[in-house]
């Protein structure tokens, strides 16, 4: 039981890091800036975050048996294919 609360806490955070990501990108696409810095981290914590840390993208997507880059490839081409670029 634990083991799952622990996997469901860990999908919880990369789905927030990626929550976080769209709003971002919705409010700039938006003409709002300004909002930009409201919303720094997702792109780091996802993108450019080094897996040393404990709750780094990288560490828990190896956690959960998931391929960060992969995830990171489909975000990109998500990204790419319905919001302007950064």
């Known amino acids: 039981m634990a083991e799952e609360q ?5 999908c ?5 890091a990626m929550d976080d990501l769209r709003i971002k990108r919705e409010l700039l696409a938006r003409g709002e800036p300004w ?9 780091y914590y996802i993108f450019i975050s080094k897996s040393g840390y404990p709750t780094s993208f990288t560490r ?7 391929n960060p ?15 302007p670029s950064l």
């Open 35 to 43: 909002k930009r810095t409201l919303l720094t981290d997702p792109e």
């Open 6 to 10: 622990i996997r469901a806490f860990y």
């Open 60 to 66: 828990i997507c190896d956690l959960l048996n998931f």
């Open 12 to 16: 919880a955070i990369i789905q927030q």
């Open 69 to 83: 880059d992969k995830i990171r490839q489909g975000i990109k081409e998500k990204m790419q294919n319905e919001l």
